[in-house]
Protein backbone atom coordinates (compact mmCIF):
# COMPACT_ATOMS: atom_id res chain seq x y z
CA UNK A 1 0.00 0.00 0.00
CA UNK A 2 0.97 3.54 -0.62
CA UNK A 3 1.64 6.48 2.21
CA UNK A 4 -0.49 9.10 1.70
CA UNK A 5 1.37 11.15 4.08
CA UNK A 6 4.26 9.35 4.63
CA UNK A 7 7.77 9.15 2.68
CA UNK A 8 9.47 5.97 3.22
CA UNK A 9 10.55 4.53 0.31
CA UNK A 10 11.97 6.00 -2.83
CA UNK A 11 8.49 5.34 -4.95
CA UNK A 12 6.45 6.90 -1.94
CA UNK A 13 9.04 10.34 -2.48
CA UNK A 14 9.13 9.99 -6.07
CA UNK A 15 4.60 9.97 -5.91
CA UNK A 16 4.56 12.50 -3.06
CA UNK A 17 6.54 15.07 -5.30
CA UNK A 18 4.42 14.48 -8.23
CA UNK A 19 1.15 15.16 -6.11
CA UNK A 20 3.09 18.37 -4.93
CA UNK A 21 3.93 19.50 -8.29
CA UNK A 22 1.97 18.19 -10.61
CA UNK A 23 2.05 20.82 -13.64
CA UNK A 24 5.51 21.67 -13.27
CA UNK A 25 7.29 18.12 -12.78
CA UNK A 26 8.02 16.27 -15.77
CA UNK A 27 10.49 13.32 -14.52
CA UNK A 28 11.10 12.36 -11.12
CA UNK A 29 13.53 9.76 -9.41
CA UNK A 30 14.80 9.09 -6.09
CA UNK A 31 18.04 8.05 -5.25
CA UNK A 32 19.83 6.76 -2.45
CA UNK A 33 23.40 7.35 -2.73
CA UNK A 34 26.03 4.02 -3.03
CA UNK A 35 28.77 3.86 -0.43
CA UNK A 36 31.36 6.27 -0.33
CA UNK A 37 34.83 6.22 -1.20
CA UNK A 38 35.38 5.48 2.68
CA UNK A 39 32.95 1.96 2.51
CA UNK A 40 29.88 3.59 4.38
CA UNK A 41 26.65 4.74 2.86
CA UNK A 42 25.59 8.29 4.20
CA UNK A 43 22.82 7.07 6.60
CA UNK A 44 19.30 8.82 5.47
CA UNK A 45 20.45 10.67 2.36
CA UNK A 46 17.95 11.15 -0.04
CA UNK A 47 18.53 12.64 -3.51
CA UNK A 48 14.90 13.68 -5.46
CA UNK A 49 16.26 14.51 -9.01
CA UNK A 50 13.45 16.66 -10.89
CA UNK A 51 13.33 17.51 -14.39
CA UNK A 52 10.90 20.20 -15.05
CA UNK A 53 7.52 19.55 -17.40
CA UNK A 54 8.97 20.88 -20.89
CA UNK A 55 5.74 22.00 -23.31
CA UNK A 56 7.82 21.45 -26.62
CA UNK A 57 10.85 19.16 -26.36
CA UNK A 58 10.82 18.79 -29.84
CA UNK A 59 14.15 21.29 -30.10
CA UNK A 60 17.72 21.62 -28.09
CA UNK A 61 16.55 22.21 -24.74
CA UNK A 62 19.14 25.00 -22.95
CA UNK A 63 20.46 24.29 -19.80
CA UNK A 64 18.13 26.75 -17.79
CA UNK A 65 15.08 25.28 -19.29
CA UNK A 66 16.20 21.67 -17.72
CA UNK A 67 15.80 23.26 -13.82
CA UNK A 68 13.19 23.90 -11.64
CA UNK A 69 13.00 27.04 -10.53
CA UNK A 70 13.98 27.81 -7.34
CA UNK A 71 10.63 28.53 -6.08
CA UNK A 72 9.42 25.08 -6.97
CA UNK A 73 12.12 23.67 -5.69
CA UNK A 74 11.88 25.42 -2.16
CA UNK A 75 8.20 24.64 -2.31
CA UNK A 76 9.11 21.18 -2.94
CA UNK A 77 11.60 20.53 -0.22
CA UNK A 78 9.06 21.94 2.00
CA UNK A 79 6.62 19.31 1.51
CA UNK A 80 8.64 16.20 1.47
CA UNK A 81 10.56 18.04 4.49
CA UNK A 82 6.73 17.28 6.45
CA UNK A 83 6.80 13.74 5.22
CA UNK A 84 9.93 12.47 5.79
CA UNK A 85 11.32 10.25 8.42
CA UNK A 86 13.08 12.07 11.19
CA UNK A 87 16.26 10.06 10.53
CA UNK A 88 16.14 10.92 6.58
CA UNK A 89 17.67 14.46 4.83
CA UNK A 90 16.39 15.09 1.64
CA UNK A 91 17.89 16.95 -1.22
CA UNK A 92 16.09 18.57 -4.00
CA UNK A 93 18.30 18.76 -7.35
CA UNK A 94 18.60 18.50 -11.23
CA UNK A 95 20.18 15.18 -12.18
CA UNK A 96 23.35 15.04 -14.25
CA UNK A 97 22.67 15.78 -18.05
CA UNK A 98 24.51 13.67 -20.08
CA UNK A 99 24.59 15.74 -23.65
CA UNK A 100 25.13 13.91 -26.99
CA UNK A 101 25.69 15.59 -30.25
CA UNK A 102 24.43 13.73 -33.54
CA UNK A 103 25.68 13.68 -37.00
CA UNK A 104 23.57 11.76 -40.00
CA UNK A 105 24.32 11.78 -43.29
CA UNK A 106 21.33 10.62 -45.28
CA UNK A 107 19.81 11.34 -48.53
CA UNK A 108 16.66 12.68 -49.08
CA UNK A 109 13.71 10.87 -50.92
CA UNK A 110 13.93 12.57 -54.79
CA UNK A 111 11.69 15.46 -55.48
CA UNK A 112 11.54 16.21 -51.52
CA UNK A 113 12.75 19.25 -49.84
CA UNK A 114 16.27 19.03 -48.10
CA UNK A 115 15.09 21.79 -45.55
CA UNK A 116 12.02 19.22 -44.54
CA UNK A 117 13.58 16.03 -44.54
CA UNK A 118 16.47 18.08 -42.03
CA UNK A 119 13.15 19.16 -39.90
CA UNK A 120 11.63 15.86 -39.76
CA UNK A 121 15.32 14.36 -38.42
CA UNK A 122 16.05 16.90 -36.17
CA UNK A 123 12.36 16.51 -34.72
CA UNK A 124 12.87 12.96 -34.08
CA UNK A 125 16.55 13.41 -32.68
CA UNK A 126 15.61 16.09 -30.38
CA UNK A 127 12.33 14.00 -29.13
CA UNK A 128 13.99 10.55 -29.10
CA UNK A 129 17.74 12.10 -27.12
CA UNK A 130 15.24 14.06 -24.57
CA UNK A 131 15.88 14.11 -20.97
CA UNK A 132 11.88 12.92 -20.71
CA UNK A 133 12.38 9.74 -22.61
CA UNK A 134 15.84 9.01 -23.31
CA UNK A 135 18.14 6.42 -25.87
CA UNK A 136 21.52 6.09 -26.05
CA UNK A 137 23.33 3.76 -27.98
CA UNK A 138 24.35 4.83 -32.07
CA UNK A 139 21.75 1.45 -32.86
CA UNK A 140 19.37 2.88 -30.88
CA UNK A 141 19.90 6.17 -32.85
CA UNK A 142 19.71 4.74 -36.60
CA UNK A 143 16.24 3.30 -34.72
CA UNK A 144 14.57 6.00 -33.94
CA UNK A 145 15.41 7.82 -37.78
CA UNK A 146 13.90 4.63 -39.74
CA UNK A 147 10.93 5.61 -40.96
CA UNK A 148 11.03 9.73 -41.18
CA UNK A 149 9.36 10.14 -44.05
CA UNK A 150 11.10 11.01 -47.35
CA UNK A 151 14.21 9.85 -46.35
CA UNK A 152 15.87 7.54 -49.20
CA UNK A 153 18.56 5.95 -46.69
CA UNK A 154 20.98 6.71 -43.98
CA UNK A 155 24.19 6.33 -44.98
CA UNK A 156 25.82 7.27 -41.47
CA UNK A 157 25.37 8.45 -38.08
CA UNK A 158 28.05 9.31 -35.64
CA UNK A 159 27.36 10.25 -31.50
CA UNK A 160 29.38 12.44 -30.07
CA UNK A 161 29.21 13.74 -26.29
CA UNK A 162 28.25 17.30 -26.24
CA UNK A 163 29.32 20.34 -24.07
CA UNK A 164 25.95 22.12 -22.56
CA UNK A 165 26.05 24.82 -25.16
CA UNK A 166 25.22 21.83 -27.05
CA UNK A 167 28.06 21.26 -29.44
CA UNK A 168 29.48 18.31 -30.19
CA UNK A 169 33.17 17.45 -28.55
CA UNK A 170 36.08 14.63 -29.33
CA UNK A 171 35.64 11.79 -31.93
CA UNK A 172 32.52 9.95 -32.59
CA UNK A 173 31.36 7.75 -29.51
CA UNK A 174 28.78 4.05 -30.22
CA UNK A 175 27.64 4.31 -26.92
CA UNK A 176 28.00 6.46 -23.43
CA UNK A 177 27.80 5.76 -20.09
CA UNK A 178 25.32 7.57 -18.06
CA UNK A 179 25.90 7.77 -14.22
CA UNK A 180 22.61 6.81 -11.87
CA UNK A 181 21.96 9.58 -11.32
CA UNK A 182 21.84 11.42 -14.85
CA UNK A 183 19.85 11.30 -18.08
CA UNK A 184 20.28 12.36 -21.61
CA UNK A 185 19.79 15.41 -23.37
CA UNK A 186 20.54 16.58 -26.73
CA UNK A 187 22.90 18.93 -27.92
CA UNK A 188 22.74 20.21 -31.53
CA UNK A 189 22.15 17.71 -34.06
CA UNK A 190 23.88 18.21 -37.56
CA UNK A 191 22.31 16.67 -41.10
CA UNK A 192 24.38 16.30 -43.82
CA UNK A 193 22.69 15.16 -47.44
CA UNK A 194 24.86 12.54 -49.54
Known amino acids: LRSRDRAVTESDYEFLA???????????KCLQPRPAEAGRVAPGQIYVLIIPRVMHSAHYLSPSELVLNQDDIQALDAFLAERRMLTTRVDVRPPAYRWVAVKAQLRASPGVPEEAVEAGILARLYRFLNPLTGGLFVSDVYQA??????????????????????????????????????VVASGIHAVEFV
Do not use: W
Request: aromatic share 4%; charged share 15%.
Open 145 to 182: LQGVPNVQFIRNVEMYAANESGAAQGKPVESLEIVSHG
Open 18 to 28: RQALPAAIGRV
